[in-house]
């Protein structure tokens, strides 16, 4: 469990980015409205550490939160929604390259998937990104409150064979479902 939660900057551009003295990082990546935010809030039990929405499109900036002084969660804007501009997407692509590449402070980048909906094009070639980048990637399935137990499994197997990874988490940030794992991932 995690005792101090800071937000520390919403950073747009690398030179904002604020951990110079080489903490672990973990980051949050995945379409939007897929509960990156949430299940920031979820592992560090807080309510409202970052921001969610039920409209895509919230988190914009790159979001520094500084875990107990001793690590960082990075939440970022999600990627893939219909009525995002071309100049956005583009952003995103920028925002997030500045971010993932030559990043020593980088742990771990998960990978979040919505369970039902399963790994889009654009899941898939973050995914392919992060390997390319040989970043320590691990999927997250999220909201599997959503599908029901006999569906969910046959849910799970359709992100593990789109993505060719068996390793994988299944959570729910609605109902805590998951989040012991990612915690003692991190730990
Ligand atoms: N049923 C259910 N809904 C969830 C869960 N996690 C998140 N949501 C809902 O999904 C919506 C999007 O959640 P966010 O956490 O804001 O998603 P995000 O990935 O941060 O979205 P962007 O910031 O736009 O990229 C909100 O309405 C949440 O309440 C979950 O585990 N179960
Ligand atoms: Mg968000």
Not at 71 to 90: H, N
């Amino acid at each position: 469990m995690f005792n101090k939660c800071e937000y520390i900057i919403s950073a747009v551009s690398k030179k904002q980015f604020p951990n110079k003295t080489g903490l672990n990082e973990y980051v949050f990546l995945g379409r939007s409205n897929v509960g990156k935010s949430s299940l920031i809030n979820a592992i560090t039990n807080r309510k409202l550490l970052a921001h969610t929405s039920s409209k895509p499109g919230k988190t914009q900036a790159i979001n520094f939160y500084l875990i107990d002084e001793k690590l960082y969660f990075v939440d970022v804007p999600g990627y893939g929604y219909a009525s995002q501009s071309v100049s956005k997407r583009l952003d995103f692509g920028k925002y997030i390259e500045s971010y993932l590449k030559n990043n020593p402070n980088l742990k771990i980048a998960f990978l979040l998937v919505d369970t039902k909906v399963g790994p889009t094009n654009d899941d898939i070639l973050m995914y392919e990104y992060l390997k390319y980048l040989n970043i320590n990637t691990t999927i997250i399935a999220t909201k599997a409150d959503k599908v029901g137990t006999t569906h969910l499994q046959k849910h799970i197997r359709n992100i593990k064979e789109k993505l060719g990874d068996d390793n994988l988490i299944i959570t729910s940030s609605l109902r805590k479902q998951g989040i012991d794992k990612i915690i003692k991932l991190i730990d």
